[in-house]
């Protein structure tokens, strides 16, 4: 347990579909993160808030619709996703995102797939 | 784009023995960052080594890094059935944004038999 709760643990969804992705952490952190982990590909940053302000969009789609309400609670919202964004979802946070030597703290992931 | 590489891509030990595996980055790095993920789950954060230290130690963990040659290995002794895992290197860089931006590799994918 570290501390990161997403769900949900697997979601398959039709790609008109819409639908949420919810992360929690439950450790004090100022940063939240988005990463998209795909079979054999480094595992890509895809958005970083800190204290609920985005502070790094990594030219994701459009179709991926990042919120964060408060510095605890970090969402994605999904629509008209293709196969190919079917993947291994995974949130983390970390204390401070302006200190360098600062680790992560990862949830388990939400497993997307997009039929 | 893809900071960090990992080497060998997997990696099959027997139960007992060491084992190494290297990464290999691009660009100046605060500090280099070694993960672990099982299967289906998220990473763990194992060890932290800054830019201007050389070796670092924990428990069965020993990590080596040279900035001269852009390259960081992390040893595992006495390996486990349980230390099978992916692992991955993390590099925290400098950038325009001043956050900390952690970029990882594709991994090492390793399995101990027992």
């Known amino acids: 347990e570290t501390g990161v709760t997403q769900t949900p643990r697997h979601l398959v969804m039709g790609m008109t579909n819409k639908k949420s992705l919810k992360c929690e952490q439950h450790?004090?952190?100022?940063?939240m993160y988005w990463y998209k982990q795909s079979a054999k590909k480094p595992l890509e940053l895809m958005f970083v808030?800190?204290?609920?302000?985005?502070?790094e969009n990594n030219s994701v789609p459009s179709r991926f619709s990042p919120e964060c309400p408060n510095s605890s609670h970090l969402f994605l919202h999904l629509h008209t996703l293709q196969p190919e964004d079917s993947a291994l979802y995974l949130c983390?946070?970390?204390?401070?995102?302006?200190?360098?030597?600062?680790?992560?703290?990862f949830g388990s992931g939400t497993q997307l797939s997009v039929l | 784009s893809q900071q960090g590489e990992e080497d060998p891509q997997a990696l099959s030990i027997q139960e007992g023995e060491n084992a190494t595996m290297n990464c290999s980055y691009k660009?100046?790095?605060?500090?280099l960052q070694w993960y672990r993920q099982n299967s289906g789950r998220g990473l763990v954060h194992l060890i932290l080594?800054?830019?201007?230290?050389r070796e670092k130690h924990s428990g069965r963990l020993r990590v080596t890094l040279d900035t001269s040659k852009k390259s960081s290995s992390l040893l595992i002794t006495a390996s486990r059935a349980a230390d099978t895992a992916s692992y991955f290197c993390?590099?925290?860089?400098?950038?325009?944004?001043?956050?900390?931006?952690?970029?990882f590799g594709t991994g090492t994918k390793l399995q101990v038999i027992p």
């Open positions: 450790l004090g952190h100022n940063a």
């Open positions: 993390a590099t925290d860089q400098p950038n325009s944004g001043g956050y900390q931006k952690v970029t």
């Open positions: 080594i800054r830019s201007n230290e």
């Open positions: 660009t100046s790095i605060n500090n």
């Open positions: 983390a946070s970390s204390q401070d995102p302006w200190r360098s030597n600062e680790k992560l703290f």
């Open positions: 808030y800190s204290l609920e302000e985005r502070v």
